[in-house]
């Protein structure tokens, strides 16, 4: 049966790479992905011998049990080939490439995949990466060492664990069966794209609901903006939907486009120029396949990188700590050095320090008590006071209180000190003359 859809293949060299290593292929029933490693001419040769040997799948399988055997058979003779690559001509020595690859079997997809391409599948508006990095970072994050936003900037990001190279002739690739539905949306991708590109960006680009060709081309296009330090390869298959089905004409995109016997030009010298020095490293490989003790080397590598990331974290707490209690000490020897005038209860009272408070300590301590009453002060002083005076220094503090004593000398100046006149008594009293005369 043959697969109803459409489909998409892209590939681009990138902006700092001079050569394409990667190759991706889109047909009738096959799609796949293959990242080449291993420099200059190793790459393109390994991707494309992967290809070449994958396609030959691209026909009608009855079961999806065939279709996983005769892909495990395809890697196996691929790795063989490889292997007699690298013996022939020894300058190819340590080629390899990651391959991802779907064969659509009726209403499944048999996917079989090693390395750190990757595939995702868009269904019910959500995207899910369907395969798992076989690179030393992913175990990292696996057993939660660090996280996977540590991992896109891990400096081993780049290394493989496992690969379809000349170094293992028996390659063992994850491979799994999975139900489709119409209306899904399948994305092979080499790690030029989801290593520019995160997710939630591919998962917009694929809200849009354009044809495969055009979501190809956004998502090369966001790669390309990103700065696209790797070669991309991007493959896009839907499965029905409602874009025009393919003629299911084969699209071979990358390296592997270039035919048999053709010779590849070596890359340009890198240039020199100090304005452009990340150009140097375009023909250095994408990839590394390490060998078999190579693994607890880089853990152990991990381990003191974590240490020393934990001293720094350390050091620079401590730094930072230092820092803020110098600061305070600084800000709190600065408070002490103002003055103000306030009031305590009933009396005015000199302060040493600022008004404020930090929380429950208080950046304020009385250092004499004036005896002068709040009461004896005029209403405009006394509401001066109860705002509270600041004084530069403590002898302006003592000024701001002499003038406020003399106000208060002034207040009681002015008031008049009246004393009752007495109450008569009886002999104080006036006589009548006449009652005397008689009385006499």
């Known amino acids: 049966m043959v697969f109803e859809g459409s489909s998409a293949a892209i590939s681009h060299t990138g902006k700092v790479r001079s050569n394409n290593q990667d190759s991706g292929y889109a047909g009738a029933n096959l799609f796949a992905v293959a990242d080449g490693m291993g420099g200059h001419a190793g790459g393109d040769v390994a991707s494309s011998i992967a290809i070449q040997h994958v396609e030959r799948l691209d026909q009608s399988f009855s079961t999806t049990d065939d279709a996983q055997a005769s892909l495990q058979a395809a890697a196996t003779t691929a790795a063989g080939d490889l292997i007699r690559a690298a013996k022939e001509r020894p300058e190819l020595a340590g080629l390899g490439t990651t391959v991802s690859a779907i064969i659509m079997v009726e209403d499944h997809a048999v996917i079989g995949h090693i390395g750190d391409s990757r595939i995702y599948l868009y269904r019910d508006d959500e995207l899910t990466q369907i395969t798992a990095d076989h690179t030393f970072v992913q175990r990292l994050v696996d057993s939660g060492r660090i996280t996977p936003e540590e991992a896109r900037y891990h400096p081993r990001r780049s290394v493989l664990m496992r690969v379809l190279s000349d170094m293992d002739n028996d390659p063992e690739l994850d491979m799994f069966v999975m139900p489709t539905m119409p209306g899904d949306r399948w994305v092979l991708c080499s790690d030029g794209l989801s290593g520019v590109v995160d997710e939630p960006h591919i998962l917009k680009a694929m809200r849009l609901e354009q044809p495969p060709g055009r979501t190809a081309d956004n998502l090369l296009k966001q790669a390309l903006d990103g700065g696209a330090p790797d070669n ?209």
Do not use: C
């Not at 270039?258 to 340009?268: E, L």
């Open 232 to 440: 991309v390869t991007i493959v896009i298959v839907d499965v029905g939907g409602i874009h025009p089905v393919s003629s299911g004409t084969p699209t071979i995109v990358g390296s592997a486009s270039n035919p048999s016997g053709i010779f590849i030009p070596a890359a340009r010298p890198a240039r020199t120029s100090w304005l452009h020095p990340v150009r140097q490293a375009a023909n250095e490989p994408s990839h590394f396949e390490p060998a078999a003790d190579y693994l607890e080397e880089l853990i152990e590598e991990d381990r003191r990188r974590a240490k020393r990331r934990r001293i720094g974290w350390f050091a620079a707490f401590l730094v930072v700590l230092l820092a803020l209690t110098g600061a305070g000490v600084l800000a709190y020897n600065w408070t002490q050095t103002r003055y103000f005038v306030g009031a305590d209860e009933d009396s005015v009272v000199i302060f040493q320090g600022v008004q404020q408070n930090i929380g429950p300590i208080s950046l304020s301590t009385e250092i004499e008590d004036t005896g002068i009453l709040l009461a004896q002060l005029p209403p405009y002083q006394r509401a001066s006071v109860e705002r509270t005076i600041n004084a530069r220094s403590l002898s302006d503090a003592m000024a701001i209180v002499d003038r406020l004593r003399a106000g208060a000398e002034a207040v009681l100046t002015e008031t008049p000190d009246v004393t009752p006149s007495p109450t008569p008594t009886p002999s104080d009293l006036p006589t009548d003359g006449t009652d005397g005369e008689d009385a006499g």
